[in-house]
């Protein structure tokens, strides 16, 4: 799912930053640099140096005190990301038992350090198990519908 190319090259900060912006882009007009340091929990000049890198990889556009929107590579990375996030939290939930709160912090950390393969033999677990169906399918369509093996 994520470690493409294009994953690894922005970084676990990158990657936040994407997915916020995702997420604020779905639930407003404009996505401002305010917003993303007031949801990544950073400083505003953070935020401008993480879009500039981000720019820079044809992740997002920018212009100075303007919005920021995601590219078409961008979009797809952070859906990625938010794909992993909710797998990762549900799975946590769900089949271990994790606090809400605690799952969603453990997801946030681990879903930038699992690898595809480890993402894909998670999606083949929850199948054969029978929960967390719904993130299941998304994950799934992320990695292409590959089946997993044991």
Request: proline share 2%.
């Amino acid at each position: 799912m994520a470690n493409t190319a294009a994953a690894g090259a922005v970084g676990r900060s990158g990657e936040d930053c994407l997915e916020a912006i995702l997420v604020l882009a779905e639930t407003g007009p404009v996505v401002r640099v305010k917003g993303l340091a007031q949801r990544l929990g950073v400083s505003r000049p953070s935020v401008v140096a993480a879009i500039a890198g981000l720019e820079r990889k044809g992740l997002v556009r920018h212009e100075r005190y303007g919005g920021v929107e995601l590219t078409g590579q961008g979009r797809r990375l952070a859906g990625e990301m938010r794909r992993r996030h909710r797998l990762l939290q549900e799975f946590l939930q769900q089949q271990l038992g994790v606090s809400a709160a605690t799952a969603a912090e453990d997801a946030c950390r681990m879903e930038h350090v699992l690898s595809p393969e480890t993402i894909r033999q998670l999606v083949g677990f929850v199948r054969r198990t029978g929960r967390v169906r719904r993130v299941v399918r998304r994950a799934a369509r992320a990695t292409g519908g590959r089946k997993t093996t044991t």
